[in-house]
């Protein structure tokens, strides 16, 4: 079984009995290899480096709370609640084999649970076959509507009619899930700015998000796919599913340094309950193996 990041860097205070230019440059391969990307990895190590000069840092404990300071200072947390008595529309993003369906399941029922009123699913993957018949099955077990039209059809028709049909009833949630066909790059993104302009037009003023969802395995591949998605329509906040605190896990590091993106949730399991509010604090205690 692979180590974690915090286990590599544990092991690495025992090999060096000093913090050296050595330490410094096996600490920026293992952030590395814990899926924080190489720019974000140097930058991090040269500013824990300087620190710790200043400071004269020598001490294991001492240069952990300094790194679990600087990672904090890169990754961003958000609440994400739609406002009642209005119409809010959330466009759910991501590649395929993500877990994006599921976490529109997931959110689905969270906020039914908390009582917002209207939770609609809005089938808007109209190209892969399964999509539309993933999408029903997930609102009969949790208990909500889903707008679907037929194979091919026009996404954007479909995120129109889940809108209107939240209006009709004054006020309510839309969760739009979209294709992530990421190989078909340009028709992706033109097939999104659709969405995106009518998804714009039928929510209440400052009631649209987007939201992409991100494999926490995927390593370096995580953050390509948030800047594809956030260079087509932004980004409002990311959900980190495949969550296992053992994981290599940095990814929401890199793309909340580089893109300045915040986690709004954390998924860590395939039912419907296994999704929480993202705590920056815990994620980084989890990733150094504090």
Known sequence: M???FGEKFKALFKKKSAISDDFYEELTDILVEGDIGAKTAFQIVDELEEICT?????????VIQELKQLLLKSVKSVELEPESGKTNIWMILGVNGVGKTTSVAKMARM???KGVQNV????????RAAAIEQL?????KVGVRVISHQHG??????VFDAAEAVRAKGSGLVLADTAGRLHNKENLVRELQKINKTCTLKADEGCYKKLIVIDATTGQNALRQAEVFNEAVGVDAII???????????VAVSIGRELGIPVAYICTGEK????SAFNPENYIDDFLGL
């Open 120 to 127: 609609v699913l809005a089938s808007a993957d109209t190209f």
């Open 272 to 275: 419907y309950d296994d999704i």
């Open 240 to 250: 980190l599913t495949k969550y296992d605190s053992t994981a290599k896990g940095g």
């Open 54 to 62: 200043d400071k004269k840092i020598s001490e294991q404990d001492a």
């Open 111 to 113: 906020y039914a649970n």
């Open 2 to 4: 692979k180590k974690s």
């Open 153 to 158: 059809s026009d996404p954007s028709a479909v």
């Open 136 to 140: 029903a099955m997930h609102g009969e």
